[in-house]
T-cell receptor, first 117, second 114 residues
Framework: EPEVTQTPSHQVTQMGQEVILRCVPI?????FYWYRQILGQKVEFLVS????????KSEIFDDQFSVERPDGSNFTLKIRSTKLEDSAMYFC???????????????FGDGTRLSIL | KNQVEQSPQSLIILEGKNCTLQ??????????LRWYKQDTGRGPVSLTI?????NTKSNGRYTATLDADTKQSSLHITASQLSDSASYIC?????????????FGKGTTLSVSS
């Protein structure tokens, strides 16, 4: 069964540095998402992306964050000038063309654990 | 304020037993309700998705119910297995002209013991 893959599985970065989290969505999916989960807390929506542009974003997704689909397979989340509170598990997800946030399941990767020192 | 509350926070049951997890929500306008299973260290995996008009949906040993009037949902697990040990997350989707939001519950941690 096709999977969403995320790299790296664990990223350790000094505070103030920039990080790029990478995701390869399922190949025929057209809607892409980023979520984060701070340790011990619930999953939080960050942003959704369709047709090479952001379709929705949460209050968390401020100017520090950006997303990009640089080629036909990768979907990236860039975090500039990282802060201690950015430490979390970041999940990428994708869904089929009729999904958006409608009635198709979102398929999640296993996440990248980001640790800011 | 849009919220999703789950209960219990954690649950321990013996292998082979049934259990029911609860989800109450105050989300408007409601679009759909999803249950996800999240194993430790893994991403969430979709179990069921229900729209306003659906009362029940099954996926193997998992059966979800939805009462849109009382804004409650439940996830029933039949004949539990050790591999059912995980966090079960209720997620409600809200849609309006400003866009669509996914509101996550904190999850119920289920431990199945032998």
């Amino acid at each position: 069964e096709p999977e969403v893959t995320q790299t790296p599985s664990h990223q350790v970065t000094q505070m103030g540095q920039e990080v790029i989290l990478r995701c390869v969505p399922i190949s025929n999916h057209l809607y892409f998402y980023w979520y984060r989960q701070i340790l011990g807390q619930k999953v939080e929506f960050l942003v959704s992306f369709y047709n090479n542009e952001i379709s929705e974003k949460s209050e968390i997704f401020d100017d520090q964050f950006s997303v990009e689909r640089p080629d036909g397979s990768n979907f990236t989340l860039k975090i500039r000038s990282t802060k201690l509170e950015d430490s979390a598990m970041y999940f990428c997800a994708s869904s089929t063309p009729r999904g958006r946030m409608g009635n198709q399941p979102q398929h999640f990767g296993d996440g990248t654990r980001l640790s800011i020192l | 304020k849009n919220q999703v509350e789950q209960s219990p926070q954690s649950l321990i049951i013996l292998e082979g037993k049934n259990c029911t997890l609860q989800c109450n929500y105050t989300v408007s306008p409601f679009s759909n309700l999803r249950w996800y299973k999240q194993d430790t260290g893994r991403g969430p995996v979709s179990l069921t998705i229900m729209t306003f008009s659906e009362n029940t949906k099954s996926n193997g040993r998992y059966t979800a119910t939805l009462d849109a009037d009382t804004k409650q949902s439940s996830l029933h697990i039949t004949a539990s297995q050790l591999s059912d040990s995980a966090s079960y997350i209720c997620v409600v989707s809200a849609s309006n002209q400003a866009g669509t939001a996914l509101i996550f519950g904190k999850g119920t941690t289920l431990s199945v013991s032998s």
